[in-house]
């Protein structure tokens, strides 16, 4: 066959990316062959509550204005305009944590600044990234061709793993709380990473998507709740899990004006200029509306109407993780994340007990397969669902065990 442009051979390396597609199958087969059986679905990471009265009535007023020759926007400033900026700040006040305007980025979502970041980095950086995790930050790595060390998350460190010492590493993804296992990093853990990162000139990826689920004050929520952060990471944040933006799309990255490197040149490149330069040429803002929208959504307001629908997300939690104590069963998160993580019953491994649990119960979740080799014996429920139907899988769970 003629040779066409030399594609980027790394995509040959990653893995076929068949978790949800896998669910999706066995799930439509069984309810094709079992029509008159009622499957609840606990294994999506979606929300399902719609957006909040103070967000939707702030996107009307941002539509009218636009259909309006005297308040019409066109292109907007690629870092986001400067009141949900400061909105952003504000909210990052209120939660005890100082940022500057200029080290806030906004942007379509979490999972394109935390893929896209690594246009930063060189290629031979070594990443940690812990086993089992989201799979966006493998992946992105791989399709640059980087070499990834992987750290264990497993029962014994609760899923909140430490740095080894005797591990060099220069960029390190951290996710707390965690999707999938919902564990939550305290202050003194991510002051080790803190130190770690400081002493290796490594740069730590934080994903905090779930802050908002956080109740327990003494919990940080930002990774610049840290002494010595801002000089070594970086945080992405989502408004999709705290104000059920999933599919209105509006993230933000913090990116400190600290946060340098000394190239091999000897040129000190400030990380903050180096975002700002690449989202400028490769990245045109968030739609004007969406972004009144997430303003809105940072309201004193309407933080109160969001933390209202985290709070039925986590009644749900809370439902699951009653059942699983009354059983005996141990799980990790589930208090302060919407993810309820536990070994699978009776040493079975997760796509067999997805497929126990699907037949004899008839409910969905996701096999801990899908997020690394330290998920094959464990399986993961979400709170994302409507309360009946929590109820009622958690009944026929119940049952079953
Ligand atoms: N980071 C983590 C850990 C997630 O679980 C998700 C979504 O599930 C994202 C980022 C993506 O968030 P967004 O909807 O802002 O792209």
Not at 265 to 278: A, D, H, L, S
Request: proline share 4%; hydrophobic share 35%; charged share 25%.
């Amino acid at each position: 066959m003629k040779s066409l442009a030399k594609l980027n051979e790394n995509y040959q390396n990653l893995k076929e990316s068949y978790l949800f597609s896998e669910i999706a199958h066995r799930v439509a087969k069984y309810t094709q062959e079992n029509p008159d059986k009622k499957v609840i679905r606990l294994g999506i990471g979606d929300v399902t509550l719609p957006l909040e009265s103070e967000v939707v009535d702030s996107m009307h007023k941002a539509v009218d204005e636009m259909g309006n020759a005297s308040s019409f926007r066109g292109y907007g400033p690629e870092q986001g305009y400067d009141f949900l900026r400061n909105a952003i700040k504000d909210y990052y006040t209120r939660n005890g944590v100082s940022v500057e305007l200029d080290e806030i980025f906004v942007s379509d979502g979490a999972k394109s600044d935390t893929g896209n970041i690594t246009d930063l980095f060189s290629v031979d950086n070594v990443v940690l990234i812990p086993d089992p995790v989201y799979p966006v930050y493998v992946d992105t790595n791989t399709m640059n061709g980087r070499k990834i060390v992987y750290l264990d998350a497993n029962a014994e460190n609760g899923f909140l793993p430490l740095p080894d010492e005797s591990v060099h590493a220069d960029i390190i993804y951290i996710c707390s709380p965690n999707n999938p296992t919902g564990a939550v990093y305290n202050k003194e853990q991510l002051k080790i990473w803190v130190d770690y990162a400081l002493k290796n000139d490594a740069i730590i990826l934080f994903d905090s998507a779930y802050e908002a689920f956080i109740s327990d004050e003494s919990l940080p929520r930002s990774i610049f709740a840290i002494e010595g952060a801002k000089q070594c990471a970086i945080e992405f944040c989502s408004l999709s899990k705290t104000a059920g933006f999933t599919g209105t799309r509006c993230g933000y990255t913090v990116v400190p004006k600290d946060l340098k490197v000394t190239a091999s040149n000897g040129e000190v490149m400030y990380v903050n200029k180096m975002w700002n330069r690449r989202q400028t040429t490769k990245f045109n803002g968030v739609p004007y509306i969406v972004q009144r929208g997430a303003e809105a959504a940072f309201s004193k307001e309407g933080m109160e109407q969001a933390q209202k629908m985290i709070g039925y997300y986590k009644e749900n939690a809370k439902i699951i993780a009653d059942t699983l104590d009354k059983k005996n069963m141990k799980y990790f998160g589930g208090v302060n994340s919407p993810y309820i993580w536990f070994e699978c019953p009776n040493n079975m491994d997760s796509w067999t007990f997805f497929d126990y649990l699907l037949t004899n119960a008839q409910v969905v979740g996701t096999p801990g397969a899908g997020f690394g080799t330290n998920g094959t014996n464990y399986f993961r429920l979400t709170s994302f669902g409507n309360k009946e139907n929590t109820i009622e899988a958690m009944e026929r769970f119940a049952k079953l065990f």
